[in-house]
Nanobody, 123 residues
Framework: QVRLVESGGGLAQAGGSLRLSCAASGGTLSRDTSGWFRQTPGKEREFVATIWGTGTTRYADSTKGRFTISRDNAKNTVYLQMNSLKPEDTAVYYC?????????????????WGQGTQVTVSS
């Protein structure tokens, strides 16, 4: 059983930065795909970024150029560096790992999820 624990959320001003971390236990993140998603009340979970076992990354159009997903294999941790934050980035951010199939851009593809961390961006 893979356990994912997110941290690093909080309050930021528009234009500011935050870095989210997702530490894994019970599995090795570098062997498969990991991703970040976000969700606001009443909406479906939205793709943010993914990193494959090979290190290839993909981003949502809304986060491309502002967010960076990375992985530290020694720490078995995936990060999401968020720069130039906007109020519309406000959401609960979830880490996910180990996909059943696909490119890692859909929530239904993932086996394991963290508990989520709140990110709030003020204008």
């Amino acid at each position: 059983q893979v356990r994912l624990v997110e941290s690093g959320g909080g309050l930021a001003q528009a234009g500011g930065s935050l870095r989210l971390s997702c530490a894994a236990s019970g599995g090795t993140l570098s062997r498969d795909t990991s991703g970040w998603f976000r969700q606001t009340p009443g909406k479906e979970r939205e793709f943010v970024a993914t990193i494959w076992g090979t290190g290839t990354t993909r981003y949502a159009d809304s986060t491309k150029g502002r967010f960076t997903i990375s992985r530290d294999n020694a720490k078995n941790t995936v990060y999401l560096q968020m720069n130039s934050l906007k109020p519309e980035d406000t959401a609960v951010y979830y880490c996910a790992a180990y996909i059943l199939s696909g490119l890692g851009t859909r929530a239904t593809e993932y086996n394991y999820w963290g508990q989520g961390t709140q990110v709030t961006v003020s204008s």
